[in-house]
């Protein structure tokens, strides 16, 4: 981290963090806003994409169920 900018010396100067807003689960289907691999030509490297959580949003689902299903519930 040093070679960003942090210094152990002044930890308590770093006051500022992050906190989690929200949690979404989503279902990843086919109309699902993604870039597969299979979408990308070959040649072109290094691809970011940004997907904004508006258009994922028609494929939340419900959290605790998710979480559950994980665990082994049914």
Do not use: H, W
Not at 27 to 49: M, N
């Amino acid at each position: 981290m040093k070679k960003y900018g942090y210094f152990d010396e002044a930890e308590d100067s770093y006051t500022v963090g992050y906190y989690q807003r929200d949690n979404y689960c989503f279902a990843v289907k086919d109309s699902f806003p993604r870039i597969t691999k299979d979408a990308v030509p070959l040649g072109v490297a290094d691809l970011t994409y940004r997907v904004s959580i508006m258009s994922c949003m028609p494929y939340a689902q419900d959290t605790q169920l998710v979480l559950e299903l994980l665990k082994g519930g049914s």
